[in-house]
């Protein structure tokens, strides 16, 4: 966590607006071929030749989607490059570039900056993506960051939300809830920590989730391996909002209903035991907690030989006609109206009914 208590604190005015642009990006290299000019011009220049341009944007306000008391700024930093580098993934792109824009008071020094700056560039290394510009303004509160993502992708190898089936399978990477409820504990352990600032706490368990809810790992490594399995999804999605809410937007703009069958969504033990801790129900957690940064996509059955057995991937249903309706088939095999429940919109679940 950036400790505001260090003896080096430099103020921002010291270094000026190019000063720091300088001094924040003097370390990023360009690794990507498609670009022809990074960081340094009035804009930067891109060559995609024979592939289509994929963008996507996301705008990061402190006190709305990040809390700087648990969440570090070098975290800070790695998700808001994965937030967006995911949404490429979902295209069923290649992530190549990001542009960075920052508002940022001058309650934050320099090294907080560097902090932030170093979850990006580290995120931008391993996933192989360049820094190409930005944009630095002062604010009179609070942090803001926004990034944009470029990617990029054959025509024919996009995938959009419009194209699932009925009978398509509907099929997750990786498994679902954990980064809620690493989310749960971290802010379980704030409260904790006001009434007891010399508390020890024992968050060894909960690895798992807090990693999930500070670290995220967009999946990178789908576009390829689906490639290499020779299976094209025929509609994909990231699970940024919860499960519901995503399987929701694949059938409404695919035009199909969904069977999602309960007994067959992925969670993680820690997932279980920690939902039994707080006493709630998983199941619910995978349908609306947020920010698990998974793929969620269908696609034909024909298909299904190809991706069996996979550890990657779960079938958790099949899209059925437009006119049969979207639901969830419970445990105890009952059929229930799948509804759009955001995680954002748990919390306001009581102003609302
Ligand atoms: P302009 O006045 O044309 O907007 P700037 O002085 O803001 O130019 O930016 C100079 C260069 O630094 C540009 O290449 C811009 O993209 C880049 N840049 C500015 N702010 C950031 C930032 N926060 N992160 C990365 N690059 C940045
Ligand atoms: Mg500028």
């Known amino acids: 966590m950036f400790d505001n208590s260090q003896e080096t604190r430099t103020n921002l005015s010291e270094l000026g607006e190019f000063g720091l642009i300088d001094h924040l990006t003097r370390n990023f290299t360009l ?27 996301d705008l990061l306000v402190e006190g709305v989607h990040f809390d700087l008391s648990y969440m ?7 998700k808001a490059v994965m937030v967006n580098a995911s949404d490429v993934y979902a295209m069923n792109g290649k992530a190549t570039q990001i542009t960075v824009s920052i508002a940022v008071s001058n309650r934050f020094p320099v090294e907080a900056l ?12 391993i996933y192989n993506i360049d820094v190409i510009g930005g944009d630095t303004t002062s604010s009179t509160s609070g942090l803001m960051i926004s990034i944009t993502a ?19 399978l509907l099929v997750v990477t990786g498994d679902l809830g954990a980064a809620y409820m690493g989310l ?13 600032p010399n508390a020890q706490p024992d968050l060894d368990q909960y690895t798992y989730l807090i990693e999930r809810q500070l670290k995220p790992e967009a999946r990178k490594d ?21 499960l519901s809410s995503e399987v929701i937007h694949l059938c409404k703009n695919s035009k199909t209903g969904v069977n999602l069958y309960e007994d067959k969504i992925p969670l993680d033990p820690a997932v279980i035991s920690v939902c039994e ?46 006119s049969e309706g979207m639901h969830l088939i419970t445990r105890a095999n009952t059929k229930i109206p799948l509804i759009a429940r955001g995680w954002n919109s748990m919390e306001k679940e009581e102003e609302e009914n």
């Open 150 to 168: 470029l990617g990029q992708a054959k025509a024919e190898e996009i995938t959009y939300r419009n194209g699932a089936k009925a009978n398509d």
């Open 114 to 125: 560097e902090e932030l700056y170093a979850g990006i560039q580290l995120a931008s290394k």
């Open 222 to 242: 789908m576009p390829p391996l689906l490639k290499e399995l020779e299976v094209k999804p025929t509609a994909m999605i990231d699970i940024s909002d919860g």
């Open 72 to 78: 570090p700024l070098k975290h800070l930093g790695y």
């Open 184 to 196: 749960q504990i971290l802010e379980r352990e704030k409260q904790v920590f006001k009434a007891n």
């Open 277 to 322: 801790e707080f006493n709630i129900d998983s199941t619910t957690i995978a349908l609306s907690g947020g920010e698990d940064y998974e793929l969620l996509f269908t696609i034909s059955q024909a298909d299904f030989d190809k991706i069996k057995g996979n550890p990657n991937m779960t079938v958790i249903g099949h899209m059925t006609e437009e």
């Open 31 to 57: 690794k990507q071929n498609s670009t022809k000019k990074g960081i340094g011009d009035d804009a930067a220049v891109l060559d995609f030749e024979d592939k289509q341009c994929i963008i996507t944007t």
